[in-house]
């Protein structure tokens, strides 16, 4: 059973920085996905940023792609979120999540394509 837990979360001002952390109790699915995910009020989860820690392969969603960068360190078993040009639309809680099997390129956004998550944390940015 991987353990995931987020800190890093906060407020801060549009333009401004977070870096969100997570670190996993173990990860041994290399070859398969590690993501964030953000869910607003109101809205449905969606997918941010995913990375393979194998290969360090990453995609974003075109709502944060340029601002916001996705890396893993293997070695601490710890992903990270750099989150840069903050907009008050990226307002929401952050879930890391990790995939225990492998995923198809149509369905690595989708929430339901992972099997284990952390328990969120918030980011908020005022204008």
């Known amino acids: 059973q991987v353990q995931l837990v987020e800190s890093g979360g906060g407020s801060v001002q549009a333009g401004g920085s977070l870096r969100l952390s997570c670190a996993a109790s173990?990860?041994?699915?290399?070859?398969?996905?590690m993501g964030w995910f953000r869910q607003a009020p109101g809205k449905e989860r969606e997918g941010v940023a995913i990375i393979r820690p194998r290969d360090g392969s990453t995609r974003a969603a075109d709502s944060v792609k340029g601002r916001f960068t996705i890396s893993v360190d293997n070695a601490k078993n710890t992903l990270y979120l750099q989150m840069n040009s903050l907009k008050p639309e990226d307002t929401a809680v952050y879930y890391c999540?990790?995939?225990?099997?492998?995923?198809?390129?149509?369905?690595?956004?989708?929430?339901?394509?992972?099997?284990?998550w952390g328990q969120g944390t918030q980011v908020t940015v005022s204008s």
């Open positions: 999540a990790a995939a225990s099997a492998p995923i198809g390129y149509y369905q690595a956004f989708s929430p339901r394509s992972f099997q284990y």
């Open positions: 173990e990860y041994t699915y290399m070859n398969n996905y």
